[in-house]
């Protein structure tokens, strides 16, 4: 028993064991299992947003290929671990943040055999497999008395009260004591709050991770309400796990939520270059912006679509998620412009969609990720290149990615589909250069000064590629030239403003997010 473990960590070190800088060249599609797939693949099965739909790692299994199909080269699962069982007054675990047993698998997604083959599967597509993972409290339902009466005896390991901050509601969401040490949400549902300043649980929760990296060959973790956690915790966390994780955690990286209110604003009447301004602020004053998830959904958060209808602007949200610095993060639904608000309702049964692939924005994902995939593949550094800001104004944002020879040149909008016809004049390219745009397979010559031309119709995003570059990827196998549309007038010579390095924007990032996360 001693030498199978002992080889199976060995093992998991020599071939797992990814980080940091392998997770930046990944693209992240994020599923909620109960929400995704079937075993019997039903597409037709009704559920409501608060019971299980009964989505398995079986049937994520069987559907590897629609993710694979969008590009993606990393899935993120919800957790996988035992939860309490029932209906409570905030409805069931069907989510998986309400942990019991951290030495059980959650039956109801599959057995343990199901979920190393989940991660074999991936494997053997060469795509990375990352878990969330909760670590701030235990969970027991309860009829709402203060104190929530919790049977620690129940849970495992933390099978006693010694483990656990004495209960406290949080109340003051600016106080980290108070909003790390008392117990969030006690309502229905009590999350126990682990003292994870205790050495103990501190070598606990590490012994414990470990193995479940090792047990699934794991690459890497998103961690659940790191927030509500102390530093030295995570730290200590993430050493023990020996993967890289996503969470506001030092040693990895974390969403961008810095950047998700000005994306999202940016599409609801604010301007493109506050956007700009807030990318630039993030990479002058973080350590590392490569490592930040960069997503406009997630299950937390109401859906783009909730707000805004406009397929064009989901579009051109779509492509910053997607070539911006960082990793970026796509959550289930988003590729079917899924428009539930916030939770539950945003986390509609994606079966419904019925896999569509020629859906619009999965076409779009399946492009920018294969395109980005090439970069990648052409150039070492792409990853770790810093975007340049070519143009922005109130209602564009034109970004280029990557060295000479295997750059993304971008341009997003907020035009809408009700958007004019205008032409932009935009760099990144030497003169003379022959580049096709890629969404619309059209091919255009860079001028004597390198740059080219973006034919603006309807709040289409637009990205360039260099056509040499091209050629290998299979996309836009054949192109034509892009044509002048429309009477509308070339930008004026507007730049890039310079924005002012903040040290304090990184700080204000981490704590400054975060009241979704708990189911
Ligand atoms: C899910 O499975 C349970 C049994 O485990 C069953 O009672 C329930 O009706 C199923 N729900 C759906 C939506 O199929
Ligand atoms: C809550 O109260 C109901 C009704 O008395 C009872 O059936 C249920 O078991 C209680 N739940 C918990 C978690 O105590
Ligand atoms: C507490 O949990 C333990 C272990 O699951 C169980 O044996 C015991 O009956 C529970 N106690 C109460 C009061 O529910
Ligand atoms: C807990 O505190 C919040 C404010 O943070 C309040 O809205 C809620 O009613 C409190 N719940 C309980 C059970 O005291
Ligand atoms: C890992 O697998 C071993 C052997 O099956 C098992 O004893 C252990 O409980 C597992 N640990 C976790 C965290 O799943
Ligand atoms: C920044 O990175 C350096 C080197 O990796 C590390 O020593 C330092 O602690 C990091 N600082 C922050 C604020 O993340
Ligand atoms: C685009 O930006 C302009 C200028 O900020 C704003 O007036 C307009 O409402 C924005 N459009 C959308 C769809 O948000
Ligand atoms: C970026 O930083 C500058 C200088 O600190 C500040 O004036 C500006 O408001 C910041 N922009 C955003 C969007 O945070
Ligand atoms: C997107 O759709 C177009 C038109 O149907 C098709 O030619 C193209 O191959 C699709 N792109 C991808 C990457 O699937
Ligand atoms: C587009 O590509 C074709 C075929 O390579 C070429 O003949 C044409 O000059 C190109 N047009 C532009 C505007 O670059
Ligand atoms: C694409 O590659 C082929 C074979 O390597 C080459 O003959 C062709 O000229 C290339 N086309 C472009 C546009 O670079
Ligand atoms: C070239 O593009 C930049 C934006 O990238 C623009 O500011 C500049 O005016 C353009 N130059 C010409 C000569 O059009």
Not at 60 to 79: E, N, R, W
Not at 128 to 142: E, H, P, Q, R
Not at 207 to 224: F, M, P
Not at 248 to 263: D, I, S
Request: proline share 4%; net charge negative.
């Amino acid at each position: 028993m001693l030498t199978v473990l002992l080889g199976a960590f060995t093992l998991s070190s020599l071939c797992q064991a990814a980080n940091a800088d392998q997770w930046k060249s990944r693209s992240i599609y994020q599923v909620m299992v109960d929400r995704f797939a079937r075993t019997d693949l039903s597409t037709t099965a009704d559920c409501t947003v608060w019971e299980f739909c009964n989505g398995t790692w079986a049937g994520l299994i069987d559907k590897l290929d629609y993710i694979q199909g969008m590009g993606f080269t990393a899935v993120q699962i919800s957790p996988v671990i035992e939860n309490l069982e029932g209906d409570t007054a905030v409805g069931t675990a069907y989510h998986g943040y309400w942990s019991v047993n951290d030495y059980a698998v959650n039956e109801h997604f599959g057995t343990a055999a199901d979920l190393k083959r989940l991660s074999d599967a991936l494997h053997n597509r060469g795509m990375y497999l990352m878990v969330d993972v909760v670590v701030n409290n235990m969970a027991a339902a309860f009829n709402n008395t203060q104190p929530p009466p919790v049977n620690y005896s129940a849970f495992n390991p933390f099978n006693d009260a010694k483990y656990f901050h004495k209960y406290c509601n949080v109340t003051d969401w600016e106080n980290p004591v108070n909003y790390q040490d008392c117990w969030l949400y006690p309502y229905g549902v009590a999350l126990a709050d682990l003292d994870t300043e205790s050495p103990t649980v501190v070598q606990m929760m590490g012994s414990w991770i470990k193995e479940l990296v090792a047990n699934y060959s794991i690459d890497g973790l998103r961690i659940d309400a790191a927030k509500h956690v102390n530093d030295a915790f995570l730290s200590a966390f993430v050493n023990a796990a020996g993967v890289f994780a996503l969470g506001e955690v030092l040693t990895g990286g974390m969403p961008n939520y810095l950047e998700y209110f000005p994306l999202t604003a940016a599409f609801n009447g604010k301007s493109m270059a506050d956007l700009n301004s807030a990318r630039v602020n993030a990479s002058a004053g973080c350590n590392d912006t490569l490592a930040l998830g960069t997503f406009v959904e997630n299950h937390d958060l109401p859906r783009f679509a909730a707000a805004v209808s406009d397929l064009a602007l989901a579009k051109n949200a779509m492509t910053y998620v997607l070539l911006n610095d960082g990793i970026p993060t796509v959550y289930q639904g988003q590729e079917q412009h899924f428009s539930g608000n916030s939770t539950p309702f945003n986390r509609e049964a994606l079966w419904k969609s019925g896999y569509d692939t020629s859906a619009p924005l999965y076409n779009l994902t399946a492009t920018l990720n294969k395109l980005r995939n090439t970069a990648v593949a052409l150039s070492d550094s792409y990853v770790t290149t810093v975007s340049d800001t070519l143009f922005t104004d109130v209602n564009h944002l034109c970004l280029r990615k990557g060295p000479g020879g295997s750059q993304i040149v971008f341009c997003i909008n907020n035009q809408s589909s009700k958007g004019p016809q205008y032409q932009l004049s935009i760099g990144g390219f030497g003169p003379g250069d022959s580049v096709v745009e890629v969404l619309s397979c059209t091919n255009v010559t860079a001028d004597a000064v390198g740059n080219i031309t973006a034919y603006m119709d309807k709040g289409e995003p637009k990205v360039f590629f260099l056509a040499s570059a091209l050629n290998s990827t299979g996309l836009c196998p054949t192109t034509a030239p892009a044509t002048a549309g429309g009477t509308g007038q070339k930008n004026a010579a507007v730049r890039g403003v310079a924005y002012m390095w903040s040290s304090t924007v990184c700080l204000a990032a981490m704590v400054g997010w975060g009241v979704w996360f708990f189911a």
